[in-house]
């Protein structure tokens, strides 16, 4: 493993919130809400804690975005798949504005790739943990400065959107020539 978090401990992810948003920033912590409002009632793994929008009762990402960034990950000369769990619950399945991304970056943040867009139809708006994944090199050169960012957005009234991750885990592996 490259790089593994159950989020028991900090360590070292980023939240930045858009100036309008006025509630359900990203946390880190032990699902409150019991999962009556598409949030969700336990963590993915077992281990305890996770990262939600609005860990609080009656609290879902409202009016703006709020991003969750890993720290930097070092994958200068090869490259890696990431798995995680992930949530996500809207109640609004028409608008293509209330949706979780995932995207990658290979230059500390400069630039981002979007490597999942999830709803704004289907199961996948409807809560549930889901196992999810990528290949960092389908969808940037894998370099010493890359990173990944969770991007959770209620941008259209009267929505209620509710996400998480847990699980996070960077399995590192090196193409050898024939």
């Not at 593994?4 to 948003?21: H, I, N, R, Y």
């Not at 293509?96 to 979007?114: A, F, I, M, P």
């Not at 894998?142 to 699980?167: F, M, N």
Request: proline letters at 4%; a negative charge; glycine letters at 14%.
């Amino acid at each position: 493993m490259q790089f593994e978090d159950d989020f028991e401990t900090d360590k070292g992810w980023t939240v930045v919130d858009s100036p309008d948003l006025t509630d359900g920033t990203w946390e880190r912590g032990s699902p409150f809400g019991g999962g009556s409002r598409g949030d969700p009632p336990t963590d993915f793994d077992g281990s305890g804690q996770c990262y939600v929008t609005g860990n609080r009762g009656g609290s879902d990402v409202d009016d703006g975005t709020t991003y969750l960034i890993s720290p930097v990950i070092d994958l200068a000369g090869s490259d890696a798949i990431i798995h995680y769990g992930r949530w996500f619950s809207t109640n609004q399945s028409s608008t293509r504005d209330d949706v979780l991304l995932v995207e990658v970056s290979n230059n500390d943040g400069q630039d981002w790739e979007v490597a999942r867009i999830v709803g704004p139809k289907g199961r996948e708006t409807r809560g549930g943990w889901i196992t999810d994944g990528f290949r960092v090199g389908d969808f940037v050169v894998p370099s010493d400065q890359v990173r990944v960012r969770l991007v959770a957005s209620d941008l259209q009234a009267p929505s209620v959107v509710e996400a998480g991750l847990d699980a996070f885990v960077v399995q590192r592996f090196v193409c050898e020539g024939d």
